[in-house]
């Protein structure tokens, strides 16, 4: 699957998105576009072959380029990592319906709002961490806490930092539960 997604500053203040990609699947080509943070517009072209998908996926990209859209590196975009205290230490089945649970609806959270990517999950430690990396911080933080409240039950249990791009490791806790005070890999 090609996949292209760009960013740009409106000339208010906001950051704007778009972008692409072919679902081999379906034979399309889709094209997302909105204001980060906010659920996107979509639109899709059907009965569209790879070949075809590469050169629309090319002139989407010259397009972004000239009215001012460009890819924000990883390395400038915030770290965003959710965590939930568990039971255990190393996890139990209920533990990983969890993860596979809060990945997949953040996935789909971010992204269809522009914000960013979840980059993997793990179960160690007595907590479930979800890496993720996204381009507004505030932003992603406000997201994280509304898709995670509604796609789980254990809401409660939710602790989230941030580490800017400036000190990648140096995260900070922007949400927590009530007494928990650090956050720690």
């Avoid at 039971?87 to 609806?105: I, M, N, Y």
């Avoid at 809401?155 to 400036?166: E, N, Q, W, Y």
Wanted: charged share 25%.
């Amino acid at each position: 699957m090609s996949f292209l997604r760009v960013y740009r500053r409106g000339d208010d203040g906001t950051l704007e998105f778009r972008e692409a990609w072919h679902d081999d699947d379906a034979d399309q080509f889709v094209v997302n576009h909105g204001t980060v943070g906010h659920v996107s517009t979509t639109e899709a072209t059907d009965d569209v072959d790879a070949a075809a998908a590469e050169a629309l996926l090319a002139a989407f990209a010259a397009q972004c380029g000239e009215d001012g859209y460009a890819e924000i590196p990883d390395a400038e975009q915030h770290r965003v990592v959710a965590q939930f205290a568990l039971k255990s230490q190393d996890g139990t089945e209920r533990d990983r319906f969890l993860e596979r649970q809060a990945v997949g609806a953040l996935s789909a959270h971010l992204a269809w709002r522009g914000l960013g990517t979840v980059e993997g999950s793990e179960i160690g430690g007595g907590r479930l961490t979800i890496f993720t990396r996204c381009v507004d911080a505030n932003k992603a933080v406000a997201a994280v806490k509304s898709c995670l409240r509604e796609a789980t039950s254990d809401f409660t249990k939710l602790s989230i930092a941030v580490a800017g791009p400036d000190a990648p490791d140096a995260f900070k806790l922007k949400h927590a539960p009530s007494g928990v005070r650090s956050f720690t890999l």
